[in-house]
């Protein structure tokens, strides 16, 4: 059963490198851990720049990447964490780990704090 | 060509007015037209924070102050100068109160250039090490270019009229906006500092105690040593991330701030209850 979940939503410009599946896979594997992933992306060219309104829409809505980590065991899924964050920086705003559930936001948050979120 | 000195000193005539009318002197004689706005003259109230002027172009709460009018000043000229002493490791209060205000500028980050100089005066050595992030902050919210930025070790009012030397060095600065303007050239020209982008010398360490950060742009990397000396290293693609590249200004503001309706919305009747009590705590008479 997974006791730990969070979604780490990155958005555009966040994270510091790409965030590729095949190293979402083996961090997976690494750390015992299920990580899926999801891209939405609604940005369009205008000016040179990738534009977007977002201020009317749901934030689940607005470009984004979501990582879902799952997992059973506490020291699996905050190694993982540390492990994303120390590739991609920490998660940036207050609503970025929405749909989480509440004992890996407590870790995902703590660990934010120890990790560059600050 | 005109050049806008703004004074964020109280004093009349005291060392950073002075110091910023030789700077003037020094445009006029490059064929600049100069004014000058002592910020303090004019009246800046505190950003109330109410988030208008982030979902509303233009539109700010706060009515009857003066801030609009120093914004179109600074609008109306072609490069500016920005005085305020050190008294506190810092600059003073109208330039933060001014820096607050900038939210309002914001739909804007970006797409204005125009040459900037700074000058401050202080009057113990090592005991200004925030002044740069201030005003390179202020600059950068107004849509300015830091060319270059002179600090001044004086103390007493009007004292500074005693060292040639720094009288000298404000007269050059005005002239270089002026040279500046004429020639389209915003390159920086002053001291290179630890960031090659904001030229300040504070470093942040982070957490992990490897990586380092420029305060001012948030761009990340490592310390080093060169012959001995410390040193700042980026990586290229480090400066994709620097906090006032526009595309970064603008991203900041779509993802980070628009967004944050959606999730002040929903939450709502959650806050209106959870904040009650505090409605009621310590509550005054009239409230």
């Not at chain 2, 020209?189 to 982008?197: D, F, I, N, T, W």
């Not at chain 2, 200004?249 to 779509?254: A, G």
């Amino acid at each position: 059963m997974n006791k730990y979940i969070v979604k780490l939503r990155y958005y555009p410009g966040d994270p510091l490198e790409d965030i590729r599946e095949k190293d979402l896979k083996g961090f997976e594997s690494e750390y015992g851990v299920n990580i899926s992933y999801e891209k939405i992306e609604n940005r369009v060219m205008k000016d040179g720049l990738l534009m977007e309104r977002t201020l009317d829409k749901h934030i689940e809505d607005v470009s984004q990447e979501v990582i879902t980590l799952s997992s059973g065991k506490e020291d699996s899924f905050s190694g993982c964490i540390v492990a994303l964050y120390k590739k991609y920086r920490c998660p940036r705003t207050p609503y970025s780990l929405m749909g989480s559930n509440e004992a890996g936001q407590k870790i995902a948050k703590k660990l934010m704090e120890m990790h560059g979120g600050w | 060509m005109k050049i806008l000195a703004l004074n964020g000193s109280f004093r009349k005539n005291g060392n950073t007015e002075i110091l910023l009318k030789q700077a003037l002197m020094g445009a006029e004689s490059e064929g600049a037209e100069v004014e000058i706005l002592r910020l303090t003259d004019y009246k800046i109230e505190p950003c109330r924070g109410c988030g208008l002027c982030l979902f509303r172009e233009n539109v700010c709460q706060v009515q009857g102050d003066d801030v609009s009018f120093i914004f179109s000043k600074v609008d109306g000229c072609e490069g500016v100068i920005l005085g305020a002493p050190c008294y506190f490791l810092e600059l003073t209060a109208v330039v933060k109160q001014l820096i607050d205000r900038c939210w309002i500028l914001g739909h804007k980050i970006g797409k204005i250039k125009k040459p900037a100089a700074v000058i401050i005066p202080y009057a113990t050595r090592g005991w200004t090490p925030y002044v740069s992030v201030q005003s390179n902050l202020l600059l950068t919210l107004m849509g300015l270019m830091k060319i270059n930025e002179i600090t001044v070790c004086t103390q007493g009012i009007s004292e500074v009229v005693l060292d040639q030397e720094a009288m000298d060095l404000a007269f050059s600065l005005g002239k270089e906006i002026a040279v500046a303007i004429k020639k389209k050239d915003f390159t920086y020209k002053g001291e290179a500092g630890l960031c090659p982008s904001c030229h300040d010398w504070l470093v942040r360490i982070l957490k992990d105690q490897e990586t380092v950060e420029c305060p001012t742009c948030g761009v990340r990397g490592k310390l080093i040593f060169v012959d001995g000396k410390i040193s700042m290293k980026f990586e290229e693609k480090a400066w994709a991330d620097a906090r006032f590249r526009p595309d970064v200004q603008y991203n900041h503001f779509t993802y980070h701030i628009a967004p944050s309706k959606d999730y002040f919305l929903r939450t709502k009747e959650e806050r209106k209850t959870l904040t009650q009590k505090y409605r009621e705590y310590l509550r005054k008479e009239g409230e």
